[in-house]
């Protein structure tokens, strides 16, 4: 600003000096005056949409995940109530109800499954829970000839039911890998504690 004194008053008036910003041949394209105010906006929905998307995945690889830990539940029964049947005489009438309670818990297995295929990963390791079946009711199972204490049935429904499990974590870990940061140092970390 400049001051102006007028004569007649003596007083000093400030009046502002314009100063042009941009001389010829520097001027702005007029475009300049719409897109920059439009740049952080654009910007802001671009980030809320990789945000979002990012949050979708992570959503859905959780209700994955909650799908096959109830597989992994199911076969958790499956187990328990196979190693209980197997101890359980005959003569217990709790027998009828636990056969039941374990048909009942293997046929549950395909409707999770099915879960986790509408979900977007592609099991296919129907042999599997074929094996699983065998293995809980398969031979003398619900009949009066069956062992007591047959260990050799815990053991079998045991490993199909580690071998359905893994399955199921091999598609899950395929659709969603795990990313480690440094792998070397881990494994330097590792080597260093072992005493040998």
């Known amino acids: 600003m400049t001051p102006v004194v007028q004569p007649a008053s003596k007083t000093i008036v400030l009046q502002p000096i314009v100063i042009q910003q941009a001389s010829k041949g520097h001027e702005l394209p007029w475009q300049a005056g719409w897109i920059l105010p439009v740049i952080p906006f654009g910007l802001t929905i671009v980030g809320w949409v990789l945000l979002s998307r990012q949050a979708d995945r992570r959503e859905r690889r959780k209700d994955i995940r909650d799908l096959i830990n109830d597989v992994r539940d199911r076969l958790f029964q499956i187990e328990q109530r196979t190693a209980e049947y197997a101890h359980t005489k005959q003569s ?17 297995i395909p409707q999770l499954i099915n879960g986790v295929i509408k979900a977007g990963l592609p099991f296919k390791r129907w042999d599997l829970l074929g094996e699983l ?19 050799n049935r815990m053991t079998l ?7 359905l499990s893994v399955a199921l974590d091999d598609v ?7 990313k480690l940061k440094d792998r070397s140092r881990a494994s330097k970390k590792s080597v260093a504690q072992d005493p040998d």
């Open 172 to 178: 899950y870990f395929d659709a969603f890998p795990i």
């Open 157 to 163: 429904v045991g490993i199909a039911a580690t071998n």
């Open 133 to 151: 079946r065998q293995a809980a009711t398969g031979g003398d199972f619900d009949t009066k000839d069956r062992k007591v204490g047959d260990s």
């Open 92 to 108: 217990d009438t709790k027998v009828t109800v636990l056969a039941a309670q374990i048909k009942a818990d293997i046929q549950a």
